[in-house]
């Protein structure tokens, strides 16, 4: 389970020689989530100093996602792993769970960030027309985007020590009794139980997380609201003097859990 929140101004440029993957699957706002997909809706509000009409590209990987201008958003299905979302704004590597929407704020004015308010990500999405179609045209431009910024972002991002191994599995103990079985992707709404920040936080910090509600109407609750669990932070990066956000990552390879506190 990852919680990240990242941004950051526009990566350095490095000239690359690059296959371009081609474009994903288009999804319209009234698609419906996919169970063995996950969607990714990328937002880009109005840019300040008329920069609307300027086309922005959103990427997978080295896969076309969407062309944004300003206050336009676009959406699209990803299988569920490890992605790097990016576009000239910032990146982010991001670990997508099948029928979750994922809402991101991208653009060279607006850094990157991944809602987690739903009512924000609502708002925006009602202030935003769909954007433009990817003809022959955009192809090509992002093709060249892909070949300059594509290697310098995926550096970045792993120097950074955003691209972080797997946990291996916890081994399964011989008596199983009284325990419970959570399906893999039963949504955990986690709280953070500490103040963090960027700026005095270190990798390698352990945390802890306050269970508020799990489980969904296909999947019922399992995991009693209160119980708590540790995490651990993975990488850390500061803001810029710049004004690019600062962010942290926080892996909570499984939810082993602690007793309720007393208080």
Not at 8 to 21: C, H, K, N, R, Y
Not at 182 to 188: E, G, I, K, L, Q
Not at 189 to 216: H, K, Q, W
Request: charged content about 15%; overall charge neutral; hydrophobic content about 45%.
């Amino acid at each position: 389970m990852n919680l990240r929140r990242i941004g950051g101004p526009a990566l350095p440029v490095l000239a690359v020689s690059l296959v371009f993957a081609g474009v994903a699957d288009a999804a319209e706002v009234s698609m419906p989530v996919r169970p063995d997909q996950a969607l990714v809706y990328v937002i880009r509000p109005a840019d300040p100093g008329g920069g609307d009409m300027v086309a922005d590209y959103f990427f997978a990987g080295e896969q076309l996602l969407a062309v944004t201008k300003g206050k336009t958003h676009a959406g699209a299905y990803l299988p569920p792993g490890k992605h790097l979302l990016w576009c000239q704004g910032g990146a982010a590597l991001l670990d997508l769970v099948p029928g979750q929407t994922y809402y991101v704020v991208c653009g060279f004015f607006h850094g990157f960030s991944l809602l987690d308010d739903a009512e924000e990500a609502a708002t925006l999405m009602a202030e935003t027309k769909p954007g433009p179609a990817i003809g022959p045209s955009q192809q090509e431009k992002a093709r060249k985007r892909l070949e300059r910024f594509y290697s310098s972002t995926n550096n970045a991002i792993r120097a950074e020590g955003w691209d972080q191994p797997s946990p291996p599995p916890l081994p399964v103990p011989a008596d199983t009794s009284g325990l419970i079985l959570v399906p893999a992707y039963t949504p955990v709404v986690l709280e953070l139980m500490e103040n963090l920040s960027s700026s005095v936080t270190p990798a390698g910090e352990r945390v802890r997380f306050r269970v508020v509600s799990s489980g969904s109407a296909a999947s019922p609750a399992r995991i009693a609201p209160g119980s708590v669990a540790e995490g651990v932070v993975m990488a850390v990066r500061a803001a810029s003097k710049g004004g690019g956000a600062g962010g942290l990552a926080i892996d909570v390879p499984a939810l082993v859990l602690r007793p309720r506190d007393s208080a």
